[in-house]
């Protein structure tokens, strides 16, 4: 799905330690209408599109956990767990979610918009700082235990001390004390050890209810490989999970399982119900079974082991992207003095290949121990003496048997691979076993011995202040594939364990002062043409790197490269030398605190998973594990005692190493790397050779630190936007009032009992929708939908909307109102907001608390968006060549230039679905691009909905004084007119097609996708698919009135029966592609459909070699055709129907999901959404049947005249390169971001499944 979305402000305080600006090219999903933003937190649900490749941008440090990205962190924020929407998965959704991509500055998932309480501590925090600390059995594992962190100085070197805050001795010493008082510990936390030395770890949770997930940690890793292992560790973790019998027993049980490997540790976790109708009783110990079999008895099966090398094989090309490169070449410098540079989790493709079972069997004999292990239980628990009883009935005898090792298995070999990938996993499937023996008790004490003190077990050349020694000269990565420039900048400590009150003093005042350079940065470069496209500065622990890790990271064009370090270095200065001002400091700690406060609150709302991952990395990290209200109440108690010079002298440690670069006392860099492409496009000449020196970078860092600098000024922030006064004018003037929702009901309210969903009408035409819930206390989302989008430009205006959107947001202005002015209102009353246009919309999203008047905040800031934009020449501008960047990048992107050829190819060259081309943007004005956007912004076309935790005065109140007071705007009747979208007739030459890309290393890819009808039952060719099926229904002489009719009759039918068959084609390309035929490690299908337009379709896209991706498309074809020759069973229909129903029940706890429910509601140009497509959605799910499926599946044109494909292919024998120039190119189509940059991908494997 092509989408603009626009961040316009994002909360810097609340994420991790993390400063970032991107300012001129801010990172923006503008891609084709084949791809989909990934899932995150503010999003709904994901979007049935063609999945995206990784996002071009600004480097990525953070270490990606299975389907996220995540990393361990020293903020506070990151010491108490989180919540989030529940699953990253793929799905079809019976409403279009509208995916919230991250422009500019990072989308922060640290509980920005989490819930507040209403706790509060005694101001007199001295004399009420006595930390009573909570008894819970604790296991001999904790904070030392060898899967923590190393956390030691070297001989000699201390942290600096703090400030002196008090006056008198006694008052010191009282301080000094509170200080040292240790954190309290989880209260419901309970940690055990069995006598063969297996940790658990317990934690009852109720959400999602009647579920739980159960995750095994063995300490084990790619760090823990010999060099003839490297890749070992993730080739037992596909062999033992996929191999797992007790495993596939779960998959009727509506239980999710995967598992990854990384420098660390393995995992494998499974997420379950406690238990199921089909169930005598729990499931919990069928679930640790299962986890039992799969760690400690894996079965060694020699067709097993060829079965995972192929797909390991596959994995390791499918990931060897430039971002991944990227990402190893940092790592590689980063930690040149020990294994983690040369331990990357996916091995090497000649060792990969040469393994057999026995040299398997013998590492994991080594590791996987009960010792070595910790088991997590989260969830739905409420007999804790139970479930520890299952535990010890299930493992207890592991590791004290005293049996024989099992015999060799003969070896065999796979294929071929490329000789690195990213964190890597397994799937989904059956497997063939032999029982491993197990480990002797002799051997069990061996191998604890073997265990290291620290995890990882590496030792790391410490950047130490005060022992300056000759830097490292920068290092140069230089690649064909690169589009932009990239420097990073590290300096790496040891890890600081949270686990006093001085410590979490310490991190909050940290953050203060990163978030300050943040905001600074951001604003200041804005409203001009910055030099760099975005500046990163991060500070963060790593667990699985065993390092607290500063970095500093600039990306620009490679034109502005050096004015770009040269303003990076600058602004550290000033903030270094300066520091930040009283106004930062109140201002940053007070959204800090709310932002606590809303954590707190939501301590009954946070899942089970983001729990267990919490415990998990604050566990590796040794901090204390405290819940949410602890977390806070520490927060509050800590926070009067932080005085501006301790701030600015904590703060001014971190950033010493850029600051002070090159004196004696400051610590030297650990290493400075630049990712720069090999040839640039300059404007009149075309692509010429990129030439960079180290010595020249040093010359820029040099520059940066001659500059002048001034101290910052204090800026004047609005309290509101819209004064008692001029809301009192506004209600005078337009008399704003509710009017009937249905002229036929005449109501001015309609309430569901059912779902909670009022609907309201205002006296301007604008429908409004919202529910009161208590999902998430003290927080709420508003969304406004706008009809139109992309779908209304027209051939004069190609490329209007989406520019326009991008304007809007570059310029940030309101009324009379600054950016800096706008950005800061929404700092003080956490309010995030976002902008996006899709193809059939325009949407506005704000993320608000309740305290503070927080609401009517959001309210205010729509208000004057809808009545007050401001256009700016300057912003437009930056907008245009953010899509021209895009556009350029896209010949060095394997996976974009086949979507976007095969894209164009189906829809006829149709411009709306991919990114404009140059002549379009050179074509555009100011003028055309406001107009394209605003006469959208209609009153009879707008629509939007509010959920959260509100009364209904009040939100009545705000919907009647900031909605009712938009002027009146007629004119939807042009928006609803579009050009007609049309798939391509068939043509030989353009229905199969190749793309190849010149490359080190070989890869490729392909996508098959062909039409369908929307959401609807409306096809493109203008046929009522739903009307059909209704009479076809009724003439039945075997319908089921009750079941099978209500669904045939049902406006949802088609969004119902598509979702299905969906999670059924899915499983079976599984199956047979991937698991099978051994041709592929990543496939998937996925649906696209619209609600506005008449139109949707499915794609299909794999990964694979270049020797096997054309029988890899051949054997997607016929698993898409096969399903008469192979009827659907009801297994997979129950399978499919459980996956959707348990998606649906754990999303609906979330205000985003019912967002996407409501959208439409009172939408003129969607008009069969009612309320009920909302109510009936788990009855109709459960009244489909096969049957209904397959008149679902009669509607995908997949005949060789309807269905398209493109195959791309990369290597040193590609064939003939991809080129940028001419008509070939504007036929190419689609801009992008810049490549991100950043360690995080190389650390881990993917997910098995």
């Known amino acids: 799905m092509q989408s603009s979305s626009i961040v316009i402000n994002t909360k810097p305080i609340l994420a991790s330690i993390h400063a970032n600006s991107s300012c001129n090219h801010r990172k923006e999903s503008s891609n084709s209408a084949l791809f989909t933003a990934k899932f995150n937190r503010l999003q709904s649900k994901k979007a049935i599109t063609l999945r995206r490749p990784p996002q071009n941008g600004c480097r990525n440090r953070f270490v990606s956990s299975k389907c996220t990205s995540r990393r361990f962190s020293s903020e506070f924020n990151d010491l108490i767990p989180h919540s989030r929407l529940p699953s990253n998965s793929q799905q079809i959704s019976c409403f279009r979610s509208y995916n919230r991509k991250q422009i500019g500055v990072k989308r922060f998932t640290s509980g920005f918009f989490a819930d507040k309480s209403t706790f509060h501590l005694p101001k007199n925090l001295l004399d009420n700082t006595e930390v009573r600390k909570v008894h819970v059995p604790h296991a001999s594992v904790g904070p030392e235990e060898p899967h923590a962190a190393s956390t030691t100085w070297p001989d000699g070197v201390a942290e600096k001390p703090g400030l002196d805050l008090l006056d008198t001795e006694a008052e010191r010493i009282e301080f000094e004390n509170f200080l040292r008082f240790e954190l309290p510990s989880h209260p419901k936390l309970h940690r055990g050890q069995l006598k063969n030395g297996l940790r658990y770890l317990i934690l009852p949770n109720k959400v999602p209810p009647n579920r739980f997930e159960a995750h095994m940690e063995v300490h084990v890793g790619s760090i823990d490989e010999e060099d003839d292992e490297q890749g070992i560790a993730h080739m037992i973790e596909h062999v033992a999970f996929l191999g797992s019998k007790k495993r596939e027993k779960l998959l009727g049980t509506g239980a999710r399982s995967n598992a990854y490997t990384d420098f660390h540790h393995t995992v494998f976790h499974i997420h379950s119900p406690t238990s199921t109708k089909d169930s005598e009783g729990d499931l919990l110990p069928v679930v640790l079974d299962a986890l039992n079999e799969i760690a400690f008895h894996p079965k060694f099966l020699a067709s097993r082991v060829e079965k995972e090398r192929r797909a390991i094989l596959s994995e390791l090309q499918m990931m060897n992207t430039i971002e991944y490169r990227v990402d190893c070449q940092l790592l590689q410098y980063l930690h040149s003095e020990n294994k983690l540079s040369k331990r990357f989790p996916i091995g090497l493709e000649d060792q990969i290949k040469k393994w057999d079972a026995d040299k398997i069997r013998k590492f994991h004999e080594r590791w996987y121990f009960p010792a070595n292990a910790t088991l997590y239980i989260v969830g739905d628990i409420d007999d804790i003496p139970k479930a520890v009883n299952h535990i010890e009935a299930v493992f207890g005898q592991n590791g004290m048997e005293n049996e024989a090792p099992a015999p060799p298995t003969p070896s065999a070999f796979g294929a071929m691979a490329s000789f690195l990938v990213p964190k890597l996993t397994v799937g989904l499937s059956s497997g063939l076993s032999q029982d491993r023996s197990p480990v002797s008790l002799e051997q069990s004490k061996k191998f604890r011995k073997e265990r290291h003190a620290v995890r990882p077990p590496v030792q790391h050349n410490w950047s130490i202040p005060g022992s300056y020694k000759e830097a490292n000269p920068p290092q140069i990565f230089q690649h064909e594939l690169l589009q932009n420039f990239s420097v990073n900048m590290f300096c790496k400590i040891p890890v600081h364990k949270v686990r006093t009150f001085g410590d979490l003093r310490n991190v909050l005042m940290k953050r203060i002062f990163l978030s300050a350079l943040h905001f600074r940065i951001n604003t200041r470069y804005q409203s001009s043409n910055p030099p760099f496209t975005s500046v990163e500065l991060d500070h963060s622990d790593s667990g699985r790197e065993g390092c607290t890790v500063t970095t500093l990271t600039v990306s620009a064009e490679p034109r502005n490269w050096q004015n770009a370090i040269k303003v990076a270095v600058q602004e550290v200065r000033r903030l270094k030398e300066f520091g930040v001002t009283n106004g930062e400091l109140a201002r940053y700690l007070d959204a800090l605190l709310k932002d606590s406060e809303q954590l707190a609150a939501m301590i009954d709302n946070v899942s089970s998973v983001d729990n267990l991952d919490f415990i998990m990395e604050s566990d590796a990290l040794g901090h204390t594990v405290m819940d949410q209200r602890q977390g806070h109440e520490s927060l509050v108690s800590v926070a009067s005692t932080v005085t501006l010079e301790e701030v600015n002298s904590v703060g001014a440690e971190v950033l010493e190493f850029i600051s002070d670069f090159g004196k004696p006392s400051a610590p030297p860099p650990a290493a400075i790397v630049a990712c720069v492409p090999k040839k640039v496009h300059v404007e009149g000449i075309g692509e010429t050779e990129f030439k960079i020196e180290p010595e020249e970078i040093l010359a820029a860092v040099e520059a940066g630190l001659k500059e002048p600098i001034e101290a910052e000024p204090e800026l004047e922030i609005p309290k509101e936007l819209i004064s008692s006064e001029q809301l009192e004018k506004l209600l005078l003037q337009q008399c704003p009032s509710f009017v009937p929702v249905d002229q036929d009901m005449k109501m001015t309210k309609v309430y569901d009992e059912e779902t909670g969903i009022v609907q309201r009408r205002l006296s301007n035409g604008i429908p409004v929708n919202y529910k009161i819930t208590k999902n998430e206390a003290n927080c709420g989302v508003m969304r406004l939908i706008v009809g139109g989008g992309r779908a209304a430009e027209t051939a004069e205006g190609k490329g209007a ?198 490359d080190t290393d070989e890869r490729a890819c392909a996508y098959v996708a062909g039409p369908a009808p929307n959401r609807w039952g409306f096809t493109f060719d203008g046929k009522n698919l739903l009307e059909s099926v209704i009479n076809a229904s009724a003439n039945g002489e075997n319908a089921d009135k009750d079941l099978q009719g209500k669904l045939r009759s049902h406006p949802l039918f088609f969004a119902i029966t598509m979702g299905l068959l969906q999670e059924i084609i899915n499983s079976r390309l599984f199956t047979t592609v991937r698991d099978s035929l051994g041709l592929t490690y990543d496939v998937s299908f996925e649906l696209n459909l619209f609600d506005r337009l008449k139109l949707g379709w499915y794609v299909i896209s794999v990964t694979s070699t270049p020797e096997k991706v054309h029988k890899a498309v051949d054997a997607c074809k016929n698993v898409l055709r096969g399903l008469h020759s192979n009827q659907i069973a009801p297994r997979e229909l129950d399978r499919a129907r459980r996956t959707l129903l348990m998606r649906h029940e754990a999303e609906s706890k979330s205000n985003a999901y019912w967002l996407g429910l409501m959208a439409h509601l009172q939408a003129t140009s969607v008009p069969r959404k009612n309320i009920s497509c909302i109510k009936d959605l788990p009855s109709l799910y459960e009244a489909a049947t096969i049957e209904d499926v397959y008149v679902a599946y009669e509607q995908l044109k997949i005949d060789e005249k309807s269905l398209f494909s493109c195959i791309g292919v990369a290597g040193s024998q590609a064939g003939d390169p991809i080129t940028a120039s001419t008509e070939e190119e504007e036929l190419l189509g689609g801009l992008q971001n810049v490549i991100p940059v950043g360690r995080g991908s190389s650390t881990m494997t993917r997910p098995t499944t």
């Open 801 to 998: 909307v989406i520019v326009g959107v991008r304007t809007l947001s570059e310029g940030g202005r309101v009324g009379n109102f600054s950016r800096e002015q706008v950005e800061l209102f929404c700092v003080n009353h956490l309010i995030n907001c976002s902008l996006e246009s899709t193809e059939e919309f325009i949407s506005m999203e704000f993320r608000f608390t309740l305290r503070d008047d927080g609401m009517r905040a959001a309210f205010q800031l729509l208000h004057m968006v809808l009545e007050q934009s401001v256009w700016l020449d300057d912003a437009f501008d930056r907008a245009k060549q953010l899509y021209l960047s895009y556009y350029r990048s896209i010949p060095k992107s394997l996976e974009r230039s086949t979507a976007h050829k095969l894209m164009l190819a189906m829809l006829d060259g149709d411009e709306r679905f991919v990114e404009p081309t140059p002549s379009s943007l050179q074509q555009l004005s100011i003028e055309q691009v406001k107009d394209a956007v605003m006469s959208q912004f209609v009153s009879n076309n707008m629509e939007v909905s509010i959920v959260g935790d509100f009364t209904e005065d009040d939100i009545e109140s705000c919907i009647m004084e900031y909605l009712g007071t938009v002027g009146e705007k007629r004119g939807s009747e042009r928006v609803q007119k579009y050009s007609p979208i049309i798939f391509r007739p068939y043509t030989a030459d353009l229905q199969n097609q190749q793309v190849f890309l010149k």
